[in-house]
Nanobody
Framework: QVQLVESGGGLVQAGGSLRLSCAAS????????MGWFRQAPGKEREFIAAIGWFGVRTYYSDSVKGRFTISRDNAKNTGYLQMTSLKPEDTAVYYCATTKRSDYGSTTTYDYWGQGTQVTVSS
């Protein structure tokens, strides 16, 4: 079992920045890739970014590439999503998730999910 807890969400003006954290616990976290997704009201959960266990390989959706940066600190069992140049359309609940499989862009790939953290970007 892996437990994931996101934090760092909040209200920010357009153009601002936030850093989300995802704290993991549970021994099966070892060797897992981590992904970030978001879900806006009335929309499907959307892939944002993913990072492999060693932190070398990263993947981004086109909607956030160049603005968001995913990273992780395995010694702290924590993943991060640095978000810059935020736009109102980035408003959503953000979730982290872990998996030991590939196809990082699919929600069905992931085995464990956090409860989500709200990010609201005002114009």
């Amino acid at each position: 079992q892996v437990q994931l807890v996101e934090s760092g969400g909040g209200l920010v003006q357009a153009g601002g920045s936030l850093r989300l954290s995802c704290a993991a616990s549970g021994r099966t976290f070892s060797g897992s890739a981590m992904g970030w997704f978001r879900q806006a009201p009335g929309k499907e959960r959307e892939f944002i970014a993913a990072i492999g266990w060693f932190g070398v390989r990263t993947y981004y959706s086109d909607s956030v590439k160049g603005r968001f940066t995913i990273s992780r600190d395995n010694a702290k069992n924590t993943g991060y999503l640095q978000m810059t140049s935020l736009k109102p359309e980035d408003t959503a609940v953000y979730y982290c998730a872990t998996t030991k499989r590939s196809d990082y862009g699919s929600t069905t790939t992931y085995d464990y999910w956090g409860q989500g953290t709200q990010v609201t970007v005002s114009s």
